[in-house]
């Protein structure tokens, strides 16, 4: 029997080691990842986040230019790559309710053909969509005719402040306070696991970032087993090889060793009423 096709959304805040493992999963033959899908649009029109990086794909090139990007164009047939204006899919509201409903359904059938032309040009079974958007996540679950799954990845909310407020200050984005940033990562946290209330506890996975270094290979079995493929050996380095993905955390192109990131400790002992909060709020949930 054939087994149907797998979707695995990744979904959890920035900054949260989702490019760490989508990298891992991507490993298997089985499995192909495609990186954050949500920002395809604005790679393609060069537009949004990315511009550090000219939107290119993992690979270098430009995703007119990308041989991986290309094919997938090609088989969806369609007259103009400006269709594919918007793959963001985000909650309706305001006086265009209507309008944003509209073009969500639009993205929902553009997305489920993006998967399907990934799926015939790789002959993977399997596919890492690292968008980590919760509404636009849930969205694609419920329109979905494949077999959807979804990781839900937490790391620890200090570190994850931290860690984006480096990368702003580094690519010259307004800066923002890491109890602001703390705040924001928690409430994108809270609308994670709203949505994913309605999601069948059978298609979660409840990944925490600090635990799979305490025993990475274990949960990594753990994890085949959830989503279906043959366990490996969890590699030593994060590193791309052949990958064709968009966006990530802005380190991936370097080849780095996987262990865990203990840098931010020194920075939340210093802002000791962050520190508190972000303890207290990683407690809650
Ligand atoms: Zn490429």
Redesign the pocket.
């Given at each position: 029997m054939k087994r149907r096709q797998t979707i695995v959304y990744i979904m959890s805040n920035q900054r949260s080691g989702s490019t760490l493992i989508e990298n891992i999963l991507s490993k298997s033959t089985e499995i192909i990842s495609v990186g954050e899908t949500y920002l395809l649009g604005g790679y393609l029109h060069k537009k949004g986040p990315g511009s550090a990086w000219d939107w290119n794909?993992?690979?270098g090139?430009n995703l007119n230019d990308?041989?991986?990007?290309k094919k997938i164009f090609n088989r969806l047939k369609l007259k103009d790559l400006e269709v594919i204006k918007n793959t963001k899919i985000i909650y309706p509201k305001g006086p265009d309710k209507e309008l944003i409903k509209e073009e969500n359904k639009h993205v929902a059938t553009l997305m489920n053909n993006i998967y399907n032309a990934v799926f015939d040009i790789t002959h993977c079974s399997i596919l890492v969509d690292s968008s980590k958007e919760a509404y636009h996540g849930i969205s694609l679950y419920r329109n979905s005719q494949f077999n959807f799954k979804f990781i839900y990845l937490k790391r620890d909310l200090r570190a994850v402040s931290i860690s984006r407020q480096k990368w702003r200050r580094k690519y010259d984005k307004e800066n923002l306070s890491l109890l602001k940033l703390l705040l924001a990562n928690y409430i994108h946290r809270i609308n994670c696991w709203f949505l994913l209330r309605s999601v069948k506890k059978k298609d979660i996975y409840n990944l925490n970032y600090e635990d799979f270094f305490k025993n990475p290979q274990e949960i990594f079995n753990d994890m085949s087993e959830f989503i279906g493929f043959n366990s490996f050996s969890v590699p030593d380095y994060m590193e791309l090889n052949d990958d064709?993905t968009i966006a990530g955390t802005p380190n991936r192109f370097e080849k780095r060793k996987i262990k865990y990131d203990d840098g931010w400790h020194d920075v939340a002992k210093k802002n000791p009423f962050f520190n508190f909060l972000g303890y207290i709020l990683n407690k809650i949930g």
């Open positions: 794909c993992s690979c090139s990308c041989d991986f990007w064709h």
